[in-house]
């Protein structure tokens, strides 16, 4: 065989393996793309058992990830700038109050979404005990889960360069710091976006009624927590239950869903607002 021909017919059999394996390649990732959050879920808790067993320790080190679904968080938060941009004007829109930081993903999240909004003088607070669940008196929860260290959890933020002027956590037990007094101290007047992602009912219970007096016109509420324990009327859901049930100038429509894993629909989106308004 003349080199030349020689030469072509190795090229010809490099390209043709190559496109095999990238056609493989693809047709893999396209398979496994339905798995992608199990086995990102999957690595974390293999990770945290490793941790565990090295530490001999219950609870969580620091935050292996968010525990929420960002892409499809991301697109409620998006949603809800919009409409509160539309309904009540960039300088309308009050405080942004979260309750359950952990380790800050839906925090960070709602950072970066106010900031490609513009709406960069919206504040922040971050409510968690920074020492995992309280007790759970439902029993579905671990005490003490979700723990994540204060100082380590604002390292990592200063890592995302957070503005602190902007951003404010306050560390312990809600049936500790949501008082009259932090009320004052903070200026707070209105808050206009409110995740509950506390996972507990009497958490949820705690958080709802300190945000009632703060809720104007009207405000949007994320609860991360929703389902499942909503299909039996618990958790997040009884205490939103009773809380419109305790304050009926306020109605509330369930303005969107969100996944945690394919179809789960773990969260469920509000608008609540004064009947009066
Ligand atoms: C599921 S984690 C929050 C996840 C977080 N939003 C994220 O983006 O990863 C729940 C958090 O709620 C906090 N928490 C629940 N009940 C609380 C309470 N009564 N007081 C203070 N913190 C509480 C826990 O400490 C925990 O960090």
């Known amino acids: 065989m003349p080199i030349i021909t020689h030469f072509r017919d190795s090229a010809r059999n490099a390209i043709a393996s190559l496109r095999m394996r990238l056609g493989l390649r693809t047709r893999l990732r396209r398979a496994l793309k339905p798995l992608e959050i199990p086995l990102k879920r999957t690595l974390e808790w293999l990770l945290l058992v ?7 320790r219950w609870g969580y080190p620091l935050p292996v990830g968010g525990y929420v679904n960002e892409d499809e968080l991301r697109l409620q938060f998006r949603n809800a700038l919009g409409y509160l941009q539309q309904k009540l004007g ?4 009050g405080d942004y109050i979260e309750f359950g930081v952990y380790g800050g993903s839906s925090l960070l999240l709602m950072y970066d979404e106010l900031l490609r909004a513009e709406l960069s003088h919206v504040r922040l607070f971050g409510f968690d005990s920074f020492a995992g669940l309280p007790s759970d008196s439902d029993g579905h929860w671990q005490e003490g889960a979700f723990y994540a260290d204060y100082d380590r959890v604002v390292q990592s933020l200063n890592r995302r360069n957070v503005d602190w002027r902007r951003v404010t956590l306050i560390k312990g037990f809600f049936a500790d710091t949501l008082t009259s007094a932090l009320i004052a101290k903070h ?23 300190f ?7 009207e405000a949007i509420i994320f609860f991360d927590d929703w389902n499942p324990l909503a299909r039996e009327n618990k958790g997040e859901k009884r205490a939103f239950d009773e809380f419109l049930q305790a304050t009926p100038d306020l109605e509330a429509e369930a303005i969107g869903d969100y996944s945690w894993q394919p179809g789960d629909l773990h969260g469920k989106v509000f608008r609540v607002y004064r009947a009066s308004s």
């Open 50 to 56: 490793r941790w565990r067993l090295s530490h001999r």
């Open 187 to 209: 200026n707070l007047r209105q808050a206009s976006l409110i995740m509950m992602d506390c996972d507990l009912y009497s958490s949820a219970k705690e958080a709802l009624e």
């Open 90 to 93: 960039p300088e309308g829109i």
């Open 211 to 217: 945000c009632g007096p703060l809720i104007r016109s």
